[in-house]
């Protein structure tokens, strides 16, 4: 009987599962344990972001002027179109479309994740750098509530950076994919790892979602702000 | 239906709604929507809050389509449930403490309240 069972499924089910549906939803279920652990990790640092913020109010309005809301806004939208052309190629696989599109949409993804870490290095942080909003290496701001401008910027740089590490491992992963598509491994009957890897790339978007309001938003951009 | 495949044009749908919320939110911190005091020491900023809410509506846009959650058995859906709901733990006893801090007068010395058991002593 088990043989009978083992001998009857596609070569993209493997035998410790019954159907393709519960290897599917075995496979997201794992993803999703994980990016529970994500979410933990990155709400240690806006939970301290909530407490320091309410703690120095004025300081971190203060330094929110300092950034620039049109490189804020457009990097929230390139990210929202890699997650869109991100969907298309788990699409492109599971509606059976030939290896070309999925490398296209793979690609274009990647082009978005490096031009949002291109705006974001080489753009944003350089011109922080210049401006001496680096706090510990090149920190000059000397305005009204300085310490707390400076508090606000360590705040900046390591939600920033956590997430553009993401984003370079996100890229890895995406590179490594590409490969796999190359080699003809996805098709509409396994696709797994686009998938699993699409979880991966939405999350790390959700993120900068609410990283770009917390950072470049509130806090009085209306009236006073520049 | 786990393995459901979202048509492309509900893709494109969602793309333009965030696109469009993206817009709105930054379009929003430019306009003054006030501030209600709640008792002497906290305000509501309605920016913040406006903000805030918009993020949580293009989040949920992203789960429910992108990350294809819509279609998703309970049992993924709880551990999501899950992740978030230790993050609302860890946010509500974190504030709790902080927001709370100076509701209650500074704790006295036991030796000022001498005085009223005093006859009884």
């Known amino acids: 009987m ?48 909530i407490v320091y913020r309410a703690l120095h109010l004025e300081a971190f309005i203060q330094g929110s002027h300092f950034l620039d809301v049109t490189f804020g806004a457009t990097n929230t939208a390139v990210l929202i179109c890699s997650s869109l052309t991100m969907a298309l190629a788990i ?30 290095f080489a753009f944003e942080w350089t011109h922080d750098w210049t401006e001496g909003l ?54 509409s009957d396994y696709y797994a790892p686009l998938e699993v890897s699409g979880l991966y790339w939405h999350f790390v978007d959700i993120v900068w979602i609410f990283l770009f309001p917390l950072l470049y938003l509130i806090g009085g951009r209306y009236g006073g702000g520049h | 239906m786990s393995e459901h495949i979202v048509p492309v044009k509900n893709y494109v749908a969602v793309f333009l709604s965030l696109l469009f919320l993206t817009g709105l939110t930054t379009k929003v911190a430019f306009i003054d ?31 429910l389509f992108f990350m294809h959650v819509k279609y998703s058995p309970g049992l993924t859906r709880l551990v999501i449930a899950a992740g978030f709901f230790w993050l609302a733990i860890m946010i509500a006893l974190t504030l709790s403490d902080e927001l709370a801090r100076g509701w209650t007068g500074t704790p006295q010395p036991w030796s000022l309240l001498l005085p009223i058991f005093h006859p009884y002593l």
């Not at chain 1, 009857?8 to 393709?20: D, G, I, N, Y």
């Not at chain 1, 599971?94 to 290896?99: D, E, W």
């Not at chain 1, 401008?149 to 994919?177: D, P, R, W």
């Open chain 1, 2 to 49: 088990a043989d009978m069972v083992h001998t009857a499924h596609s070569p993209a089910l493997v035998h410790q599962f019954e159907t393709k549906e519960q290897q599917h939803d075995a496979g997201s279920l794992g993803m999703w344990v994980f990016l529970a652990t994500e979410i933990m990790f990155f709400g240690g640092v806006f939970m301290s972001y």
């Open chain 1, 91 to 120: 699409n492109a696989a599971q509606t059976g479309k030939s290896k070309s599109t999925i490398i296209t949409f793979l690609g274009l993804t990647m082009l978005l994740g490096a031009a949002f870490l291109f705006i974001k």
């Open chain 1, 134 to 187: 680096v706090p510990g290496l090149h920190f000059t701001y000397s305005g009204p509530h300085a310490p707390g401008v400076e508090l606000f910027f360590c705040f900046y740089f390591f939600m920033t950076g956590l997430h553009a590490l993401h984003m370079v491992i996100g890229l890895g992963i995406l590179a490594t994919l590409t490969v796999m598509a190359y080699r003809g491994r996805f098709n």
């Open chain 2, 33 to 63: 929507l006030g501030q209600t005091a709640i008792g002497k020491t906290h305000v509501i900023d309605w920016n913040t809050v406006a903000a805030l809410v918009i993020a949580v509506v293009k989040m949920l846009l992203v789960v």
